[in-house]
């Protein structure tokens, strides 16, 4: 099992920028794939991103693609550039681990078994 804690999150105003982070602990992290999935009040969790355990393969939704960047580092972190935000960018925020090494776009929430407890991003018009 991993640990997560997300951090990061705030308001911005739209067409700004910020950045999240989620640090894990626990079991070796290096070798889960991660992703990044989003809720807004009312609606389900959402895919946002996800990278391979190696930091070399990435997907992203349609609705982030060109804007957002997931990354990590090689130790235990996993970053979420969010760039020209809009108000429907609107969310918690949460990221999640899958301990595998296999790589393929991991959209489903099923698909992830630890999550962190999410931070708030809120994006004004």
């Known amino acids: 099992q991993v640990q997560l804690v997300e951090s990061g999150g705030g308001l911005v105003q739209a067409g700004g920028s910020l950045r999240l982070s989620c640090a894990a602990s626990?079991?070796?992290?290096?070798?889960?794939?991660m992703g990044w999935f989003r809720q807004a009040p009312g609606k389900e969790r959402e895919f946002v991103a996800a990278?391979?355990?190696?930091?070399?393969?990435t997907y992203y939704s349609d609705s982030v693609k060109g804007r957002f960047t997931i990354s990590r580092d090689n130790k235990s972190t996993v970053y979420l550039q969010m760039n020209s935000l809009k108000p429907e960018d609107t969310a918690v925020y949460y990221c999640?681990?899958?301990?595998?090494?296999?790589?393929?776009?991991?959209?489903?929430?099923?698909?992830?078994?630890?999550w962190g407890q999410g931070t708030q991003v809120t994006v004004s018009s």
């Open positions: 999640a681990a899958a301990p595998s090494s296999r790589w393929y776009a991991r959209t489903r929430l099923d698909e992830y078994d630890d």
């Open positions: 626990g079991r070796t992290f290096s070798t889960y794939a």
């Open positions: 990278i391979s355990w190696s930091g070399t393969r």
